[in-house]
């Protein structure tokens, strides 16, 4: 059974960065997409960021290109997501969550099938 489990959250001032990491344990193969979603209080979730774990390449949301940037490390078995130039807007809970490559790289949660717990980034003006 594959587990995710972010860190890297925490409170920042507005254009500060912070860098999440996600680390997959357990049964762990390159054939997925990785993603990160994030989740504000009284909002839907919203895609940020996905990488194909194998191939390397990557989708952003309109809201974070140019400022947000998703990696991965194969051998420690981990991604990453660099947020620099952080705004209030971008406080949320972030999870990461891995998919099938048969989907391509989804903005779909519904494209995900095992998530994190999820790590909070807070923003402040």
């Known amino acids: 059974q594959v587990q995710l489990v972010e860190s890297g959250g925490g409170l920042v001032q507005a254009g500060g960065s912070l860098r999440l990491s996600c680390a997959a344990s357990?049964?762990?193969?390159?054939?997925?997409?990785m993603g990160w979603f994030r989740q504000a209080p009284g909002k839907d979730r919203e895609f940020v960021a996905a990488?194909?774990?194998?191939?390397?390449?990557?989708i952003y949301a309109d809201s974070v290109k140019g400022r947000f940037t998703i990696s991965r490390d194969n051998v420690k078995n981990s991604i990453y997501l660099q947020m620099n130039g952080l705004k209030p807007e971008d406080t949320a809970v972030y999870s990461c969550?891995?998919?099938?490559?048969?989907?391509?790289?989804?903005?779909?949660?519904?494209?995900?099938?095992?998530w994190g717990q999820g790590t909070q980034v807070t923003v402040s003006s």
């Open positions: 357990g049964r762990t193969t390159l054939n997925y997409v």
């Open positions: 969550a891995r998919g099938p490559t048969r989907y391509g790289l989804s903005r779909l949660g519904s494209a995900y099938d095992i």
């Open positions: 990488i194909n774990w194998r191939v390397g390449n990557t």
